[in-house]
């Protein structure tokens, strides 16, 4: 047995907690001697003190983002395997609609979000569209990439005991997919989470309160920097999270044989 | 000691059926031909019968069409013209009892998210086979390659002739009668080559299996097999063809006796001269 600290979950999680200890340090050490005013920059324990004062409100607003967060991840994830799998279905269908799913990929959501919040009343709803609109991409993308890269060697395996369509789908393909797909979860995750953000901004502006963003605006508006620092912190923490969550995921369905997911041999 | 090698020498005027005597063929090739899509022509046309419980292998240059011929007897591939028969019928009644075939790539082709046993199970599933049924023969085809020990394992687990094993394992489990193997240990380290050039002379044996084979190397050529067909290349054709006159099954004897190296010379002479008619570089 080795000892803690060389053990490689020890140095993985202590090494980058080390950086961050020091890195804050720094800032707080930095800024008490440069006495920099907290309505310029605040400093960590600024921030520590508005997140103590504000947090319940705060909390309100990370789990409306969190909600809307979610809600268009999952909306994402469905939406978009489905359309893969209709992409897949043969060559002229792919070619037909894949230039719409580029197009969705290339409108900026703060150019549609106002629209979308116009044209639906429910703001939660309204906010998890434009969430899902930037979350599709990357699942329809690569899930496509997924079920279309069967190995030749096993398709010709499949073809020779003639194997049925649905058996190739459920047996070849859909394993077969799986380290794109879940490729395609992290970076999705990730977009979900902006889009909320995002779409939160421009519903706030409007007017319609809600959300992490919300808190910066309205933090903004009466010059609470600190709060503004600690929303902020709040929505890197739920990206960090989300992100670690489907780590987590792709490492547990992959594990055991994919090259992406498998430990060095000892 | 002198060998006498049946030489059935190459004639594309009169081509003549390349029978082994007095066993009903369980696959004929009858004027098949392949020109592909390019219009490069893999195949001149080809006319060769594989009797029953025959060993044969196909080798020869690169580009030669071995593996096309091999393709075409799977039927993985169709001829541009001629035809093919499978136990004196179309491919339609491959499959049932005792018509049954299987073929091993040149890769194992396992589906790496699979353990050994599921990949091994595989063609029964495609054949709708209930778990209990299947489950014993499953256990069999893997013991037989004497992997027991690791039928919870991943492929990823395993080396490259392990993996090997398995991929030879699930062409057994559905107790093949035409086994057709595409350079199968090509890849192997030549110890791990020979243990199961061994065991599949065993295997071929035991199970009366009727096997189709190509191969780069001589040696094994030789010790498997009961006809070697020399091909040629620009167009592929067979060149000629050798019988191994030595009861099967083999063992480490045969590899070493003088008639095995006198084979081996032979086969080696057949295949430079088959290179040098393989004008118009050959290349693949």
């Known amino acids: ?266 | 000691m002198t060998v006498l090698l049946p030489v059935e020498p190459f004639d594309e005027g009169a081509r003549q059926m390349t029978t082994a005597v007095d066993r009903p063929p369980a696959v004929e090739v009858l004027s098949a031909e392949k020109v592909f899509a390019n219009g490069a022509r893999g195949l001149a046309p080809i006319d060769l019968a594989i009797a029953e419980g025959e060993f044969l292998t196909l080798i020869g240059p690169s580009g030669c069409g071995k593996s096309t011929l091999l393709k075409l007897i799977a039927n993985l591939i169709e001829p541009s013209d001629g035809r093919l028969l499978w136990w004196r019928g179309d491919f339609g009644q491959v499959g049932q009892e005792g018509r049954r075939l299987a073929f091993v790539f040149q890769e194992p082709t396992l589906m790496p998210w699979s353990r050994v046993e599921a990949n091994v199970r595989l063609p029964l599933e495609f054949a709708n086979m209930p778990r209990a049924t299947a489950d014993p023969k499953v256990a069999d085809a893997i013991a037989r390659v004497g992997l027991s020990a690791f039928n919870r394992h991943f492929p990823r687990q395993l080396s490259g002739g392990m993996k090997m094993r398995v991929s030879i394992a699930r062409a057994l489990v559905t107790s093949p009668n035409l086994l057709l193997m595409d350079e199968p240990f090509g890849a192997l380290d030549e110890f791990t080559r020979n243990r199961l050039d061994d065991d599949l002379v065993n295997l071929s044996w035991e199970r009366k299996l009727t096997t189709a084979f190509v191969t780069h190397s001589i040696y094994e050529a030789v010790f498997l097999s009961t006809r070697i067909v020399v091909m040629a290349a620009n167009p592929g054709r067979i060149f000629r063809i050798m019988t191994i006159d030595h009861p099967q099954p083999r063992d480490q004897a045969f590899r070493d006796s003088p008639k095995f190296a006198a084979y081996c010379r032979e086969l080696s002479t057949w295949l430079a001269e088959a290179s040098l008619q393989s004008v118009g570089g050959g290349e693949e």
């Open chain 1, 1 to 266: 047995m080795k000892p803690l600290f060389e053990s490689e979950v020890f140095v993985r999680i202590a090494a980058p907690l080390a950086v961050g200890v020091v890195l804050f340090a720094v800032w707080e050490i930095g800024f008490r001697l440069a006495s920099v005013p907290v309505y310029l920059f605040p400093k960590p324990s600024d921030i520590f003190t508005s997140f103590v004062q504000h947090g319940p409100s705060l909390f309100r607003a990370l789990l409306v983002t969190l909600r809307v967060t979610l809600q268009a991840f999952v909306a994402a994830v469905i939406l978009g395997t489905l359309i893969a799998f209709v992409f897949v279905q043969s060559r002229a269908i792919e070619i037909s609609l894949f230039p719409y799913a580029v197009l969705l990929q290339v409108t900026p959501v703060v150019a549609i979000a106002p629209l979308i919040i116009i044209l639906v009343k429910n703001t939660q709803l309204s906010l998890t569209i434009c969430a899902t609109l930037v979350a599709l991409f990357p699942i329809i993308s690569n899930t496509t990439l997924g079920l279309r890269s069967v190995d030749p060697g096993l398709a010709s395996f499949f073809r020779m005991n003639r194997a049925s369509r649905f058996k190739t789908l459920v047996k070849l393909r859909i394993p077969g997919a799986l380290p794109y797909f879940f490729g395609g979860l992290r970076i999705s995750s990730g977009l979900a989470l902006i889009g909320a953000v995002v779409a939160e901004f421009v519903a706030g502006t409007g007017g319609r309160s809600s959300g992490l963003a919300y808190e910066i605006l309205d933090a903004g508006f009466s010059l609470d920097i600190p709060r503004m620092f600690a929303a902020l912190f709040l929505i890197t923490l739920t990206g960090v999270l989300l992100f670690a969550a489907m780590v987590a995921v792709s490492q547990l369905a992959l594990s055991n044989w994919h090259d992406s997911e498998t430990r060095a041999e000892t």
